[in-house]
């Protein structure tokens, strides 16, 4: 991500993700489940597209609770497709509802979202890209792999030689452990 070091610092919108969270350790259920969203939502936009519109998926979902989201109904998909504030896609819109479900499974196999991917790693990129589209919707091998990346699970979020790389080491992410 070497052109993202280069464009985000001093950046009016890029510069706070990736100092302070691209990369970095996440385990609350709320921050993982955002972060797929977000993720699923980027596919065919821009990054900052989608940071611009981040308080709004935020509203329009609830604030990503997981519980909240997986008992959408009919209502909440029009309501969502209607909203000028989010993305509004049908697929990604069903996605998030299906796959906070499935978060909402992992808390009884595994303990929670968190846990289920400790579970799963370390492994290489294509076996998560395998894993999530037996698990999640909408999750390829793009999306896949920057939801890693962005939490720590998968390297390459940061150049070597980026400052926040010594931030990040600082955390102990996964991808480091493992």
């Not at 799963?120 to 890209?129: E, I």
């Not at 999530?132 to 998968?154: A, H």
Request: proline share 5%.
């Amino acid at each position: 991500m070497s052109a993202y070091c280069d464009i985000a610092p001093g950046h009016p919108v890029h510069a706070h993700y990736h100092a302070h969270e691209y990369g970095f350790p996440q385990r609350a259920e709320q921050e993982l489940f955002e972060r797929l969203l977000l993720e699923i939502n980027q596919a065919g936009l821009s990054w900052e597209t989608i940071l611009r519109k981040r308080e709004g998926f935020r509203r329009a979902y609830h604030g990503f609770d997981v519980d909240t989201v997986a008992a959408y109904g009919e209502a909440d998909i029009a309501r969502l497709l209607d909203d000028a504030g989010i993305i509004r896609n049908r697929l990604k819109v069903l996605a998030a509802i299906h796959n906070a479900g499935v978060i909402r499974g992992l808390r009884d196999s595994h303990g929670g979202f968190a846990q289920w991917l400790d579970a799963h790693h370390p492994r290489p990129k294509a076996d998560w890209v395998k894993l999530f589209k037996k698990t999640f919707r909408f999750t390829g091998g793009e999306i896949t792999g920057e939801f890693l990346m962005s939490l720590g699970y998968l390297p390459g979020a940061h150049r070597d030689d980026c400052p926040v790389m010594a931030d990040i080491r600082a955390t102990s992410p996964p991808w480091l452990r493992g």
